[in-house]
């Protein structure tokens, strides 16, 4: 009898507690969709600040504004951590056009990739040779390539619902052919824009060279997906025709930039560590509202919305804007070398990177035990619509965090129409909707409250109320 009666307060009790956390997120999502600071905060970063690239005027405006945002908010602890940054400036726009024969041009739009080099001053004139992929180039060998212009023109695929996995698809040759292509020889490189959907932006990114000499650093740009369209028409209708492009790209020495961080303390475990973030940076041609504005402001709000909550956190839970992820990834790096430093126990880190768009669930970078009581959490978002998680990836910036003793989760919002803006000039505040914003804040908020209120280890998680 004594048995079956601490079993059914057993089962009470977790009843109780499942009801609790029901009603704490509710609570949660009423503040973030009825008095919500996300939109207000990404307005600033987006309009009154804008593009946000490493080492530019506009990053370190950025750094200013939100640690004084952070520091309105009451907050145990902000501070601003020191890391060298690259700094890459784009200069005059950029210039191509597709020559049929002498003086019959037409005109296509380009952007440089991150970390190009410039073109000579009279530009880059040459033959274009149209290649699929980078296995393809190298079976081209040298013969055909040498002193030729190499368009890379491998679309996204279309019948992968998963837009990342379509985008993985075909990164490389964005970011490894100038590399691959200076090897053989090649005087440019021209790349079809990493996009679903046919426009005329080209869309950014960055690139590498690798080891390769400076003399056989050659220069490298995106171009738009309908012009990459119209090129390997003409292409296919008379290969001798001739590329012209002309980009005033510099690398410039390293400067000093930094990680924006505010802690609240925990009340019961202030040496174990939650992290929440997003990175700060941005590419220079739209202002940088999905990518990452949206993740910043998200990541701001939580820590707002736990206090406006009156939650009190057990663990010390720190809002992280990462400084220079798009071209180095040196902000994330930098926070987990201090981490490491310091000896600090991290024990969850979620990060918001794939924009700004209506929220469908997480990605959990865990053991498979650890993601089996994770599992047990996703009634608790079901009312939300949140009924997507899975076992993966996370993110780029709290991927240094990685070890035994970390969860780390990514939150996935709908990505269909994310590589519309993904590094364009189309990444601007009106692509973003406020209550899509607004309802990613709270998801994140949600979920962070969970690891703060149970922990990681399987034990503790496996006490929450599962149907």
């Excluded at 009825?34 to 005027?57: A, D, M, Q, V």
């Excluded at 804007?321 to 979620?350: C, D, P, Q, T």
């Excluded at 703060?452 to 503790?460: A, F, K, L, R």
């Amino acid at each position: 009898m004594k048995q079956f009666c601490i079993l059914i307060l057993f089962i009470f009790s977790l009843q109780v507690s499942a009801q609790s956390d029901a009603e704490t997120i509710k609570t949660i999502y009423s503040i973030s969709l009825t008095n919500g600071k996300s939109y207000e905060w990404l307005n600033h970063l987006s309009n009154t600040i804008g593009p946000r690239l490493s080492g530019s005027f506009g990053a370190e405006q950025a750094v200013k504004y939100t640690k004084e945002e952070l520091e309105k908010l009451g907050l145990d602890k902000v501070w601003l951590q020191s890391v060298m940054v690259p700094k890459w400036v784009r200069g005059l726009p950029e210039f191509a056009y597709i020559e049929t024969e002498p003086g019959q041009t037409t005109h296509v739009n380009i952007c440089a990739l991150g970390g190009s080099v410039e073109t000579p001053n009279g530009g880059v004139r040459a033959q274009v040779v149209e290649v699929k992929g980078i296995d393809e180039l190298k079976a081209l060998g040298k013969e055909k390539v040498k002193g030729k212009i190499v368009f890379f023109n491998r679309p996204m695929q279309a019948d992968l619902i998963d837009t990342f996995e379509a985008y993985g698809g075909c990164a490389d040759q964005r970011y490894a052919g100038a590399y691959e292509a200076g090897k053989l020889g090649a005087v440019g490189v021209i790349v079809r824009s990493l996009n679903l959907r046919l426009d005329d932006f080209p869309h950014t990114g960055s690139m590498t060279y690798g080891d390769l000499p400076v003399s056989q650093r050659i220069p490298s740009a995106a171009i738009s997906t309908n012009h990459a369209e119209l090129l390997s028409t003409m292409l296919a209708l008379n290969p001798s025709i001739n590329f012209f492009f002309k980009q005033n790209c510099q690398q410039l020495a390293d400067v000093e930039s930094f990680n924006v961080i505010g802690e609240i303390t925990g009340t019961e475990f202030p040496d174990e560590y939650i992290v929440v973030g997003g990175h700060l940076d941005s590419w220079d041609l739209g202002d940088g509202s999905h990518d990452d504005g949206a993740g910043v402001v998200q990541s701001m709000d939580v820590l707002r919305l736990l206090k406006e909550s009156g939650i009190k956190p057990k663990r010390s839970i720190r809002v992280v804007l990462f400084m220079n992820e798009e071209n180095g990834l040196r902000g994330g790096k930098k926070y987990a070398e201090v981490a490491k430093s310091k000896g600090e126990n991290h024990i969850f880190a979620l990060e918001s990177d794939s924009g700004g768009f209506t929220p469908r669930g997480f990605s959990f970078d865990s053991s498979d035990a650890m993601f089996e009581k994770v599992l047990g959490w996703k009634e608790l978002f079901k009312p939300y619509l949140i009924h997507y998680f899975e076992k993966g990836g996370s993110g780029a910036d709290i991927g240094p965090l990685k070890s035994d003793g970390i969860v780390l989760a990514g939150l996935k919002p709908d990505s269909q129409r994310y590589f519309d803006h993904h590094h364009a000039a189309t990444d601007t505040f009106d692509a973003v909707n406020k209550r899509e914003l607004e309802l990613g804040a709270a998801a994140m908020a949600s979920l962070v409250y969970l690891f703060d209120t149970y922990g990681t280890s399987v034990e503790m998680i496996n006490k929450t109320f599962k149907n």
